[in-house]
């Protein structure tokens, strides 16, 4: 039986793992930052903060899935909040590299993002060859994958997940969507035309667990599904499932920068990435439309 040890476990992605994985006859173990009160998980303590991480903790590790990283969209990027969304990435793999020098892992696949290919709404469709842009997400996540990229020097392959805005039954993006939705308040965010890369739980999971078995994943991943669209067409398409009507004009732009300042870009922008590299594989996305995936979530 392989072992699996998971950073992040705690999250929407490290819970549908252990699910998953426990049921294909893997051993999964958590690295957590503090004791959990009900779980049947086994599970190693680590406190990235102090440097503390103990080297038993990969003995007989075959992969680590590294998820670890604080929310994205938790707080306004002070610069405080901006090393906190950095060291909670970059130097929690530094101090996973430096730890495991003694293990035999055969596996790193690190978690990562789209935020790589940068902000800018154009009609460009970008797959994992495209140059990086240089604002804060995009070089936060350039130094996230060349962490990840440190364990491909003693031999361990590493694959890196980009991955999209998830969309899930509980928890996740989809909640905050739906809210002013349901109440009867949503609206399309700035002009509505910018892209919104996105996946459902169940593929990203699956992605996950074939970069783990396909030995001839190595490198960056697109984790998006194959259709596109937009954040107008996002917004209709929710109401349309929970049957209700937009009526509201757009919430415009210089509101949401009002509020959340620099992060705003996050909802105003977004382009289309591509999923042409791990269909290449032979992946099969279970959920490639949105409205298959709106269903799945929301029904």
């Given at each position: ?33 503090k ?19 103990e ?55 690190s ?45 361990v ?10 969309l ?30 996105w ?37 209709y398409?929710?109401?349309?499932i ?15 920068k ?9 909802v ?32």
């Amino acid at each position: 039986m392989e072992k699996i040890l998971i950073t992040g476990a705690s999250g929407l992605i490290g819970k549908k793992l252990t699910e998953l994985l426990s049921a294909k006859g893997y051993e999964v173990i958590h690295l957590l930052r503090k004791k959990p009160t009900n779980s049947n998980v086994k599970f190693h303590l680590w406190n990235p903060d102090k440097n503390e991480l103990e080297e038993s903790a990969f003995e007989n590790i075959d992969h680590v899935i590294h998820l670890s990283g604080e929310n994205i969209s938790n707080k306004r990027w002070t610069d405080s909040q901006k090393k906190i969304l950095c060291d909670s990435r970059i130097a929690t793999a530094n101090l996973l590299f430096e730890k495991s020098r003694n293990a035999k892992l055969k596996t790193f696949v690190s978690a990562s993002g789209i935020s790589l290919y940068g902000t800018a709404t154009t009609e460009n469709i970008y797959d994992e060859e495209a140059t990086p842009t240089r604002d804060f997400l995009a070089q936060l996540t350039v130094d996230w994958e060349k962490a990840a990229d440190q364990f491909s020097d003693r031999g361990v392959r590493v694959v890196k997940i980009r991955t999209s805005v998830v969309l899930s039954k509980k928890g996740g993006a989809l909640e905050k969507i739906l809210k002013p939705i349901r109440m009867g308040f949503g609206s399309p965010l700035g002009n509505g035309k910018q892209y919104f890369p996105w996946i459902h739980l169940e593929d990203l999971s699956q992605i996950y667990i074939k970069a783990i078995q396909d030995q001839n994943m190595t490198g960056a991943y697109n984790a998006a599904a194959p259709e596109h669209c937009t954040n107008r067409e996002l917004t209709y398409a929710i109401a349309k499932i929970l049957g209700k009507k937009i009526w509201m004009p757009a919430v415009p732009a210089f509101a949401i920068k009002l509020l959340f300042g620099e992060m705003g870009n996050l909802v105003l922008k977004g382009s289309r990435i591509s999923s042409a590299k791990i269909l290449n594989t032979g992946f099969q996305f279970q959920y490639p439309t949105l409205d298959g995936a709106l269903k799945d979530c929301l029904e």
